[in-house]
């Protein structure tokens, strides 16, 4: 049977444009200090990639401890270091799940390069990049002083970080 | 609430469809993973016996007694006795080995210890064994895994690493599981060859009581213990 994957196509790639769209209704303005750290937290992540390549857990710390550092930041710079970590919190247990089926296909005999570990890696490859795509543009927007709030996330951080 | 709840179960639904779209191509085909292990081989076979070479002994009484016994082997298991590439090597080890490519190294010690030909094919089957369940290149792919993983956290890589695992290839040491899988195997082709496995546990027997006129038990004390194969290979024949 075949399906017309067209519409799915369409609303996948409708969901993917929203998960980056601007929001311009963060409650202030924030100033120009605010906006480099709001800016950085996402750059943590991107610095963490290229240090840490391939320990999955290196991004997730970085974004971690940025984000221990900015506790008692304003609420702008809160908000988008949460924003990060979140994102690199599911990434960092897609990647661990790879990095240690990689692991395992090394090591252990009774484990191969099959057709499902090889469509895990290039899936892990795709979100990695898509992830990297939008964090690169958040931290762009952020660093101009605009919100950026994803898809999930957003709303996520919402309910995590009070004014 | 419920709106991220049902954003979750999108975002994972769409993670999991990706990865579900993905898994319908053929990788292994396109990226041809089966052929490239074969071509590996082969160089890692080619290189690995250019190494010994030197020492082989292509004609003459001994090699003609192992050849006709992979002969008879391979014959009643339906295996190209061509594709084997029997060496033997003047060495007083006790020691047969299988090497990348189908290249299977038997030492003149382990000729000498054996006390008739169906100790000898016992070794003979196992080793072939070994080549038919892939075990080598197994070994092999898992070794250079280690070499992978270490060079990674250390930062180290180079020839330290590469000797060391091509020299892992002659010990003959490979994973317990692996090596019962082989006796298993072994004692099938001896049965449909015609030769009664007890040969074969009797010299793992006789190896396990470590004979000192045996020599050097190189081939015994890599594997494991002999007096236990002895035994489920006994239990096996008898079935």
Known sequence: ?163 | MKKTILQAFILLSMAAGIYLLISRVDWMKLFRVEKMTDALEQKLGDVVWAGMEEQAIEEGKEYDRVDSLVTAICKSNGFERKKIKLHIMGDSEVNAFALPDRHMVVHTGLINAVHNNDELSGVLAHEIAHMELSHVMKKLLKQMGYTLLISITTGEAGGGAIKELLGMLSSTAYDRKLEKDADIKAIEYLKKAGISPNGFADFLYRLGEKDGSLGSLSWISTHPDSKERAKYIRDEAGQ
């Open chain 1, 1 to 163: 049977m075949a399906i017309d994957c067209t519409g799915i196509v369409k609303l996948v790639l409708e969901h993917l444009q929203g998960s980056i769209k601007m929001s311009s209704t963060f409650i202030y303005h924030p100033t120009e200090s605010e906006a480099e750290k709001a800016s950085n937290s996402y750059l943590m992540s991107l610095i963490a990639i290229m240090v840490g390549f391939p320990l999955p857990i290196i991004n997730l710390m970085a974004t971690l401890f940025f984000y221990i550092a900015n506790r008692k930041s304003t609420y702008f710079v809160r908000w988008h270091c949460i924003q990060a970590l979140l994102s690199q919190l599911s990434l960092f247990v897609i990647n661990t799940i790879g990095f240690w089926w990689t692991v395992s296909v090394l090591v252990r005999e009774d484990e191969h390069v099959s057709n499902p570990y090889l469509a895990y890696i290039i899936t892990v490859f795709v979100v990695n990049i898509f992830e990297l795509a939008i964090t690169i543009s958040a931290a762009i927007k952020t660093r101009k002083g605009q919100h950026v709030s994803w898809w999930f996330y957003g709303p996520l951080t919402q309910m995590m970080c009070k004014p």
